[in-house]
């Protein structure tokens, strides 16, 4: 998703409609399990907005959206279509909506 979607997506869930800062976080499998550990969590800690790829099943990003949860961050989960998006996360208090989408040119259009 493009950053100019990204903001568009995250003003539409802020009341403060202001400028929005968009930072991208790919995790980078550098350095010891316990440095991916508290960089992957620092990361949500300074994040506005949580957003989950949930085409798949990933224990260490349900443990980030717990974190998330815990930190009261408003999360967007994106699945491709067909995907089973787990109860948890549809159920979590802090999920603001749920995009499913058919391929990267159709999540780039939302």
Same mark, same amino acid.
């Given at each position: 998703?493009?950053?100019?979607?990204?903001?568009?997506?995250?003003?539409?869930?802020?009341? &403060?409609?202001? *400028? @929005?800062? @968009?930072?991208?976080? +790919? !995790?980078?499998?550098?350095?010891?399990?316990? $440095?991916?550990?508290?960089? !992957?969590?620092?990361? @949500?800690?300074?994040? &506005? +907005? %949580? %957003?989950? $790829?949930?085409? $798949?099943?990933?224990t260490g990003q349900g443990m980030e959206i717990g974190e998330a949860? /815990?930190?009261?961050?408003?999360? /967007?989960? /994106? !699945?491709?279509?067909?995907?089973? @998006?787990?109860? +948890?996360?549809?159920?979590?208090?802090?999920?603001? $909506?749920? /995009?499913?989408?058919?391929? %990267?040119? &159709? +999540? *780039?259009?939302?």
């Amino acid at each position: 998703m493009g950053r100019r979607k990204t903001r568009k997506l995250m003003s539409k869930h802020f009341k &403060d409609k202001g *400028k @929005v800062s @968009v930072t991208s976080f +790919l !995790a980078k499998f550098k350095g010891s399990v316990s $440095e991916r550990y508290e960089r !992957a969590f620092k990361k @949500v800690k300074e994040a &506005d +907005l %949580i %957003i989950g $790829e949930q085409s $798949e099943s990933s224990t260490g990003q349900g443990m980030e959206i717990g974190e998330a949860t /815990i930190l009261n961050k408003p999360l /967007i989960v /994106i !699945a491709k279509q067909g995907s089973k @998006v787990s109860g +948890l996360v549809k159920s979590c208090p802090i999920l603001k $909506e749920i /995009i499913f989408y058919k391929d %990267i040119n &159709d +999540l *780039k259009s939302k």
